[in-house]
């Protein structure tokens, strides 16, 4: 039998993502990483400055800096 028009055999099948186009992502950093950093970021001062106050509570802050080197010459 013929196919309906406009249908295609594809229609169900998804895209699967290889290794390759995945981002690269920053590791998430506590307030005693950012307080001994030797770059400090605007970033990671405000978190540092959130987490001096008493009963703060945190998950910790992206930092900019453990990115790989690869990803920061082709974001920049």
Do not use: F, H, W
């Not at 307080?35 to 970021?41: D, I, L, R």
Request: one cysteine or more.
């Amino acid at each position: 039998m013929n196919k309906p028009a406009g249908k295609s055999s594809k229609a169900g099948k998804k895209k699967t993502i290889s290794s390759d186009s995945q981002r690269p992502q920053m590791k998430i950093v506590t307030s005693d990483v950012c307080a001994v950093c030797k770059t400090p970021c605007a970033r990671g001062l405000a978190y540092l400055a959130r987490m001096s106050e008493p009963g703060a509570v945190g998950n910790g802050v992206p930092c900019v800096l453990t990115l790989p080197k690869a990803a920061v010459k082709a974001l920049g």
